[in-house]
C-alpha cells in the first residue's frame, strides 16, 4: 500500500513564505512523478496542479506559481519539498501530494490530478491580505 503524507500547511500573512513536505515511497527502477496539486475555496470539484517533480529530477511548474514555489526532493529520505515565498490570497486552498509510478509524463500530464493514483489527506494553507 502507497503511503502519501503531507505536512507544513498553516496561515500566514500575504508576501510570506511557507514550506510543504510530503513523504511518498520511491523504489528502486521504478519511474515516478510526484507532484503538488491545490483546491481553492468554492472549487471542491476541481484540483488544479502546482507543481510536480519526476525520478529524472525534472520539475514542472503552473504559470500562476512560476517564481514564486519551488519544487524539490530528497531522495534518500523520500521527501518532497514544495516551498512557496510571495504568497497570495489567491493560494489559499487544500494542497495535496500525489504520487504516481507509471512510465514517464509530459508536463501537461505532470500537472494533471488523472494521472495520479496515490494521493495524502491534504494540508490547509491560508493567506490573508
Known amino acids: 500500500q502507497v503511503r502519501v503524507v503531507e505536512s507544513g500547511g498553516g496561515s500566514v500573512q500575504a508576501g510570506g513564505s511557507l514550506r510543504l513536505s510530503c513523504q511518498a515511497p520511491?523504489?528502486?527502477?521504478?519511474?515516478?512523478?510526484i507532484g503538488w496539486f491545490r483546491q481553492r475555496p468554492g472549487k471542491e470539484r476541481e484540483r488544479e496542479g502546482v507543481?510536480?517533480?519526476?525520478?529524472?529530477?525534472?520539475?514542472f511548474y503552473a504559470d500562476s506559481v512560476k517564481g514564486r514555489f519551488t519544487i524539490s526532493q530528497d531522495t534518500a529520505e523520500d521527501i518532497l519539498y514544495l516551498q512557496m515565498t510571495s504568497l497570495e490570497p489567491e493560494d489559499t486552498a487544500i494542497y495535496y501530494c500525489?504520487?504516481?509510478?507509471?512510465?514517464?509524463?509530459?508536463?501537461?500530464?505532470?500537472?494533471?490530478?488523472?494521472?495520479?493514483?496515490?494521493w495524502g489527506q491534504g494540508t490547509q494553507v491560508t493567506v490573508s491580505s
Open positions: 507543481a510536480a517533480i519526476d525520478s529524472d529530477d525534472r520539475t
Open positions: 520511491r523504489y528502486k527502477r521504478q519511474r515516478y512523478c
Open positions: 500525489a504520487a504516481d509510478y507509471a512510465s514517464s509524463m509530459t508536463a501537461m500530464q505532470a500537472l494533471s490530478p488523472y494521472e495520479y493514483s496515490y
